[in-house]
């Protein structure tokens, strides 16, 4: 797959191809059937499957700190388009020039003299251009002056509900991560390389590893029990506290702190992937370290309790 990132480095695609177009935020499952479908199309009419994402999504731009949490940076959804059938990655800076760029300008600098759009599979409900001008219906009555197809992306529907990033985010707010998992198609995860900390988690007798979630919001706070693979072809259980570390410091970065069972190597600047597996607890703030350190033997305790029930 070949990332391109800004318009300033997309060569015109000559021959055309078919391309969808979102924040892919999460690349859930309705997601992972809109590529698929669109790659068919790629083989049917032999031309390149093209994704195109914004960075930073919209909303963060627009709304900063109140944009909604985000489920998967872009290195994270990068990772998993690598093993989807796409050809082309094409990653747009959303910043003032874009926000003002006219939906008819959208449609005729990027979607024909750049990408030279052939099929398209777009939502019915998107929105583009200055003041969200542009719609689905827009994009018809383009295809039909530019000799492009515009194909509705159709909701996956999953117990009675559309499979949507905004439903993945609240069903991990409140703790079911049992539900988010069945719509991503595997469980929630968090990635990014182990790096050094205070150190507070081997004094307390549980060395952590640390990774930030560069983020501006997280749909998950807490404690809970976790996989890490990445480290080798080995997959380790243990307990990962996300949040502000309310009793130690108060941190404004959001930390993704990991304790391993039985573990006791150094994985400083290792890729990882965390893998949740169920909440054990909200984070609070202890009274004292010492309760905050027993506190910690029970999140193992519990921790241990759902592995050897998951492996039954």
Known sequence: MRIIRGLTHLEPLQN????????????????????????????????????????????????????????????????????????????????????????????????????????????????????RRGNFSMLQEAGKIFGFRVEDTRSIIQNEQRISSTLIRDALGAGDL??????????????????????????????????????????????????????????????ANVGTRPTVDGSAKVILETHLFDFNRDIYGHYVDVHFKQKIRNEVRFQSLENLKSQIHLDIQEAKKIFAELQQ
């Open 16 to 131: 055309g191809c078919v391309l969808t177009i979102g924040n892919f935020d999460g690349l859930h499952l309705g997601h992972r059937t809109v590529i698929q479908r669109l790659a068919e199309h790629g083989k049917t009419l032999d031309l390149p499957v093209v994704v195109l994402l914004f960075e930073p999504q919209p909303l963060e731009y627009f709304l900063a700190e109140n944009a909604p949490a985000r489920l998967t940076r872009l290195r994270e959804k990068v990772i998993q388009l690598l093993a989807l059938p796409v050809d082309q990655l094409v990653v747009l800076k959303f910043n003032r020039q874009l926000a003002d760029f006219k939906a008819e300008r959208f449609i005729e600098h990027i979607l024909i003299k750049k990408l030279n759009v052939k099929h398209l599979v777009i939502g019915d409900d998107f929105h583009f251009g200055k003041t």
């Open 178 to 239: 049992n539900s988010a998992a069945s719509m991503l198609g595997r469980d929630y995860s968090v990635c990014g390389r182990v790096a050094h900390g205070d150190k507070r988690g081997r004094l307390l007798g549980f060395p952590t590893a640390n990774i930030e979630m560069f983020r501006k919001n997280t749909p998950i706070v807490g404690v809970y029990a976790v996989t890490v693979t990445g480290i080798d072809d080995n997959t380790y259980n243990g307990v």
